[in-house]
């Protein structure tokens, strides 16, 4: 298991400040990571690319339902975190509670922030925006993998 990957907020923004004391880069992204596809691989590979060490803040099982709606997620926020944590390119997953990730970036104050191409820096939350750029975080927005989705794999197997 890779509980040691799995941190809470205050000992993920210890890691990044002893990053920044070594001249080393954090790029922390988020998400759901529910059913966990090739196309969430891809993303968090090119994600890592961009720095020294990859987080990712992953959305709680309540955030999941208020965000995805009944149903969802498929899988426990425990098991979801051991999932992508076990992943080469991860090297920290931490676990919020929030619809969106503001409080987690406010703490941690990471130097990139990857998104998915079904963002824009403009689409973005507006409170994210402003909390990344009081920490001067770089934002950069990833490609999508065409048809690769939780829901379209949801969709094949005939789960709404």
């Known amino acids: ?20 004391r070594a001249g080393r880069k954090l790029v922390f992204t988020n998400g759901c990571f529910d059913l966990l596809h090739a ?9 890592r690319q961009l720095g020294h ?3 990712v ?19 426990a926020q425990d ?6 944590a076990a992943l080469g390119c991860v090297d920290y997953v931490v676990i919020f509670d929030g619809k969106r990730a ?9 130097h990139i922030y990857a998104k998915g191409g079904d963002y824009t820096t403009g689409s973005l939350d507006p409170d994210e925006r402003a909390v990344l750029a009081a920490a ?17 794999v949801l969709e094949r197997i005939g789960r709404p």
């Open 1 to 20: 298991m890779h509980r040691g990957r799995i941190l809470t907020t205050e000992a993920l923004a210890g890691v990044r400040d002893e990053m920044e």
């Open 136 to 152: 001067a975080a770089e934002v950069r927005i990833l490609p999508l993998v065409p048809g690769r989705s939780t829901t379209t």
């Open 79 to 84: 098991d979801r975190a051991e999932v992508v």
């Open 102 to 110: 503001t409080d987690t970036l406010r703490a941690v104050r990471p």
């Open 39 to 47: 196309g969430h691989v891809r993303y968090l590979q090119q994600a």
């Open 53 to 55: 060490a990859l987080a």
């Open 57 to 75: 803040g992953l959305n709680s099982d309540r955030s999941v339902r208020e965000l995805k709606g009944d149903g969802r997620p498929i899988n």
